[in-house]
């Protein structure tokens, strides 16, 4: 996790230090002049990636998430020439648990416990907010704008699916347990990479793709009396996200 991050931000840092250079080198008359804030709205896709999307149910990281909308306010301020500090408030739904996920995990319960059988009901969705800020650079190219950014911060959930699992024919686990469905809050990173077309009277449309990872939130199980078979204690989040927009400068 540290390592991506890391990547991320040595290559942002590798961009601007060179196109500074570059800057450095002309004419105090030919020096770029600081680019203006911005703010604006956007929605798009965001995919779930990685452990968040996988249905193993052998996995205890797998999260069964899917493919859902995402909204939110992207902007930046400018402090010295192309730098920024930019921000992204976001909120996204990646779904929730489908009857075949269902079908799968109960089997697992089934198998793992050498139960006769195994009833699983899952509730509620995958939704959260994304907060992130971080260093930005821009490039400009006539009437494009060219933004990077690495950034931090945290995933908000307001709910992650719930399970509830019924066994039959296990002494050792006779009641239902409930894998509950948690509003933790994660610290959380990634970068980001968009293109603003300059409409003229301090208006541009966006397209931006974002990448946001994280540990995820705790997740607590109730009415386990059994350790045996799948236990979810942690749920990591991955997202990539594919956004438009629309942005005002300032």
Known sequence: MKKIFTLITAALMMLIVLNARAQDSQNDGDAPAKLKSYIGIFGGQSRAL????????????????????????????????????????????????????????????????????????????????????????????????????????????????????????VPAQTATFTQQSSKGTAFAYGGSAAIRFDMGSGWDLLLKGNYVKSDGPTISTTGRTSNVARIVTKQPMTEGQIVFGLVKEF
């Open 50 to 169: 990685s452990d968040f999307k996988s249905t193993d149910y052998s996995n205890p990281k797998a999260g069964f998430a899917k493919n859902g909308f995402v909204m939110g306010i992207d902007g930046a301020v400018y402090f010295y020439k192309h730098f920024a500090i930019g921000y992204t408030i976001s909120k996204q739904d990646q779904g929730n648990l489908t009857f075949d996920d269902d079908q799968k995990i109960s089997q697992g319960y089934t198998d793992d416990f050498k139960a006769d059988g195994s009833t699983v009901t899952a509730d509620k969705r995958y939704r959260s907010y994304n907060i992130l800020l971080g260093p930005q650079y821009t490039f400009v190219y006539h009437s494009l704008r060219f933004d990077l950014r690495a950034s931090a911060g945290v995933i908000k959930n307001t709910a992650t699916p719930s399970v509830e699992v019924a066994i039959t024919g």
